[in-house]
Nanobody, 123 residues
């Protein structure tokens, strides 16, 4: 059974840092592209950052570039989101997502989501 468990959220002041963690189990972690998404109240869920299977490439949303860094540890089945210089607009529930794709037979494209962790940035 595939499972993702996020941790590390909390209430912080503007300018502070947080490190989110996501523990993966039940699938071959090194074969999954991993992403962090977030959803603020009344807004759609949006992509924050993605890291490829080997960790050699990352993509980040323009709103977090230069402040957030995604990384992974394939030996520990973990993915992280280091968030620096947090702003009130970063307040959201942050979700970890795994995407497994196989392009040869039998083909599949499946995604698994964690339950989310709340990040609140407020003075």
């Amino acid at each position: 059974q595939r499972q993702l468990v996020e941790s590390g959220g909390g209430l912080v002041q503007p300018g502070a840092s947080l490190r989110l963690s996501c523990a993966a189990s039940g699938f071959t972690f090194s074969k999954a592209d991993m992403s962090w998404y977030r959803q603020a109240p009344g807004k759609e869920r949006e992509l924050v950052a993605t890291v490829t299977r080997t960790g050699d490439r990352t993509v980040s949303a323009n709103s977090v570039k230069g402040r957030f860094t995604i990384s992974r540890d394939n030996a520990q089945n973990m993915v992280y989101l280091q968030m620096n210089n947090l702003k009130p607009e970063d307040t959201a529930v942050y979700y970890c997502k795994a995407r497994l794709i196989r392009t040869t037979f039998p083909q599949y494209d499946v995604s698994e989501w964690g339950q989310g962790t709340q990040v609140t940035v407020s003075s």
